[in-house]
């Protein structure tokens, strides 16, 4: 049987068709995919159409969640010593992330829209940076429920993390 | 880490039946002979993670594929694969977790792990 899937590595597919997949529980994806940490604040056009294509395509009775993924890097001025850990950021920096994570909480309502699902929040972190950026996504969903911005989710973004050890490549990408 | 031949790298992993993951990093280069003869003595479960990075090489997912029976992660973390259609055919009754990175700005930037 020829492969439903046929494109490279380099071009992203459009129709990325999942109906066969009837035990997928989860689709996660990174969050400077959805909304680039670039300044312009507003989502990757592609993305945004690779996932309203791909969540439409979904038939699996189980699946339930989606969760966007945080790395170290989605942190502005985040560092750390062996004793501690840091967070420097000037006026300008707090205001970017701020609107970031605005603007990824308004493609969640789109992608939502497609197909609803339980919204997790990941943060994909070495394990000494867990309570830190827990505390930080808590604080992005703290903003928008209280603005009132999440009442069409059935139950409230669950922030979680998948701790790394340092030598851990984690998934890969960075 | 191993290095190899894709038949090398398929034998050594055909060593380990009750592998549950698996992380293929790269590609295999060039200068190893392929020695098609090579088969794997065991099947490896392979009913876990598999992670996959830069991997251009779909001829080696393909054997893999092949030689092992079919695979059956749970959970599969793909970026920039070239095959990627294979793995996500081969898994499509034991998916449940889809890691995916459409158009990810960063590229391959290394982070805090070093």
Known sequence: ?174 | MPKGSYRQILFFVGMFQYLEDLRLLSCVPDHFESDPTLVPLLTPLFGGRLRVMRFTRASLLKDMVDLFEGIRFHYMDLFNVNGMGLLMDACAETLETLRVYPTDPRGEQLSLKG
């Open chain 1, 1 to 174: 049987m020829p492969s439903q899937f046929n494109f490279t590595a380099e071009l992203f597919p459009r129709d990325f068709d999942l109906s066969r997949h009837r035990a997928l529980r989860r689709l996660e994806v990174l969050a400077t995919c959805i909304v680039p940490r670039d300044g312009s604040l507003t989502s990757n056009p592609a993305t945004l159409s690779f996932l309203r294509s791909t969540l439409s395509s979904i038939t699996s009775h189980v699946f339930t969640e989606v969760a966007i993924v945080y790395r170290e890097e989605d942190f502005s001025g985040l560092g750390f010593t062996y004793s501690r850990i840091y967070r420097e950021m000037t006026s300008a920096q707090s205001a970017a992330e701020i609107s970031w994570h605005r603007s990824l909480f308004i493609a969640f309502r789109e992608m939502y829209a497609m197909r609803g699902f339980r919204l997790l929040l990941c943060a994909d972190v070495w394990g000494r940076l867990r309570e830190y950026t827990v505390e930080v996504l808590e604080s992005a969903v703290a903003v928008e429920k209280a603005a009132g911005r999440l009442d069409y989710l059935p139950l409230e973004p669950l922030v979680i993390c998948s701790p790394r050890g340092f030598n851990d490549l984690g998934s890969f990408a960075y």
